[in-house]
């Protein structure tokens, strides 16, 4: 298998991954991190069809906000004050930018990058 760089010529979508280091806060939160990826979808213009949240034994929290436009996840590891966020929309009317600042001041966090990707057909 084989893999190359391609063109996106169908823009489909918006896909922003970020890494976030050096978190002080909220690693921990499960109803915080609902109330945080609710309020992620109104920012971003997207349309919520539901919220999961998950917490493990060691107090790190997942958490994914399925949308009619795509996703966005949250993951993070408390013993390594980090979060991976997600945040994928399709569609004219979606503003993913519009979460990253929020995910960014949520979890505190002193580091970070985004990445971005545009998602569509070669």
């Known amino acids: 298998m084989s893999y190359s760089p391609r063109l996106i010529q169908k823009k489909l979508g918006k896909h922003l991954i970020l890494e976030l280091t050096q978190c002080r806060k909220n690693l921990t939160n499960r109803q ?6 609710k309020k992620a979808v109104e920012d971003t ?4 069809v539901s ?4 917490q493990f034994e060691n107090g790190s929290v997942s958490g994914i906000a399925f949308l009619l436009e795509s996703h966005i ?7 390594y004050s980090y979060a ?7 569609g004219d009317h979606t503003l993913p930018h519009k979460a990253v600042e ?4 949520y979890f505190k966090s002193n580091h970070y ?3 971005e990707i545009d998602r569509g057909l070669p």
């Open 32 to 37: 915080g991190l609902r109330r945080i990826l």
């Open 45 to 48: 213009n997207s349309t919520l």
């Open 51 to 54: 919220v999961h949240t998950h």
């Open 73 to 79: 996840s949250v993951h993070t590891w408390v013993e």
């Open 84 to 90: 991976a966020v997600d945040i994928y929309t399709c």
């Open 102 to 105: 929020l995910f960014i001041d």
């Open 113 to 115: 990058i985004v990445r």
